[in-house]
């Protein structure tokens, strides 16, 4: 979730029996959105305003793992404003 965490219990999860490459795919990913999830945590603020809000909300709905080349760069041009 692009806005928080959300604790589930084993008892409510299915097993996929996926293979072991298969496991290692879907945690490299896991690991791609999760530092995507958290660089965009990172800049986002009420202070904003509300175009970059709603574009940083936006990249944290993003149905995939990777960023194109333009949204990587407006994300570290925020990302480096954050920090002036």
């Known amino acids: 979730m692009w806005d928080g965490e959300y604790a589930v219990g084993l008892q ?21 959105c999760g530092g995507l999830r958290l660089r965009i945590s990172r800049v986002y603020s009420s202070a904003l ?15 995939r793992s990777y960023l194109t080349d333009l949204e990587e760069k407006l994300l570290t041009v925020l990302e480096l404003q954050i920090r002036e």
């Open 12 to 32: 409510h999860l299915k097993s996929f029996n996926y293979l072991s490459q298969e496991c290692e795919q879907m945690q490299l990913i896991s690991d791609a």
């Open 49 to 63: 305003e509300e175009s970059v809000q709603k574009f940083l909300e936006m990249l944290g709905k993003l149905n």
